[in-house]
C-alpha cells in the first residue's frame, strides 16, 4: 500500500499523474483539493504549491486517510522555453517512512504542443515517465500522461482554467497492471499571487 501510495503522488503540479519540469512562478503560492480513488491512493487530500524562484519550488500534500504529509521540491536547470529541464524529488513521507523519489525531465513546450519525458527512482527501482498536452487555448487543454510500473497508470484527462487563477483538473486512470482496471481522479486548484508583481497586474487589468 505504501508503494502504491507513493508511486501515485509523482507531481507538485504537473499533468494528471506526472510532474512537469515547468516551476510555479515565484510568489505564486498554489492551494488544491484532490479527490480520486482509493486504488490510486489517498482518497481526499490538500496540496500547497509555492513558488519560491525562478528556479525553484516546493509543495507540501496533507492527506486525511491515511493520515499523511507528503513533501516535493523542483529546481529548474533549464528554464527558457521551449527548452526544460528540472530536477528535484516528490513523495517523501517521514510519517509513513517512505523515502524522497529523485526524478529528472525535460520538456520541449511550444504555444499549443507540450512534450515530456524523463525518468524518476521509486523505491528499488527506476521508473520512465512520460506526458503530452495541448493547449487549445488559455481555458482548454487536453493531456495524456504515463509512468511506468504495474502500480502506475496512464491517464487522459483535461484542464479546464474557470479563471485566471481557478482551474479543474479531472482525468481517468488505466491501471498498468493486467486487468487495466479504470479510476477517476479530479483535482481543483486556486492560485494566490503573493509577491509577483507581472501577475498581480495582469489580474487587474494593468
Not at 141 to 150: E, M
Not at 166 to 186: C, E, K, R, S, T
Request: one cysteine or more; hydrophobic letters at 40%; charged letters at 15%.
Amino acid at each position: 500500500m505504501i508503494a502504491l501510495l507513493s508511486s501515485a503522488h509523482a507531481t507538485t503540479k504537473g499533468l494528471s499523474q506526472i510532474l512537469t519540469p515547468d516551476l510555479q512562478g515565484p510568489g505564486d503560492l498554489s492551494l488544491s483539493f484532490q479527490a480520486q480513488s482509493e486504488r490510486i491512493a489517498n482518497p481526499y487530500e490538500l496540496q500547497v504549491e509555492m513558488g519560491l524562484t525562478n528556479w525553484a519550488e516546493f509543495a507540501v500534500f496533507r492527506g486525511f486517510k491515511p493520515d499523511d504529509w507528503i513533501f516535493g521540491t523542483e529546481f529548474g536547470l533549464l528554464t527558457k522555453e521551449p527548452y526544460l529541464l528540472s530536477v528535484g524529488f516528490v513523495n517523501w513521507s517521514p510519517h509513513l517512512d517512505v523515502d524522497p523519489q529523485p526524478y529528472i525531465e525535460a520538456g520541449y513546450c511550444t504555444e499549443h504542443q507540450k512534450f515530456f519525458a524523463g525518468a524518476i527512482h521509486a523505491g528499488y527501482k527506476n521508473e520512465a515517465i512520460l506526458g503530452y498536452a495541448y493547449d487549445f487555448n488559455k481555458t482548454w487543454r487536453v493531456q495524456v500522461d504515463f509512468q511506468s510500473g504495474a502500480e502506475n497508470s496512464s491517464t487522459i484527462g483535461f484542464t479546464c482554467n474557470i479563471t485566471r487563477d481557478f482551474q479543474m483538473n479531472p482525468a481517468l486512470y488505466i491501471n498498468n497492471a493486467p486487468g487495466h482496471d479504470l479510476f477517476g481522479y479530479v483535482v481543483f486548484t486556486y492560485t494566490f499571487h503573493l509577491w509577483n508583481k507581472q501577475k498581480i497586474e495582469e489580474r487587474s487589468g494593468k
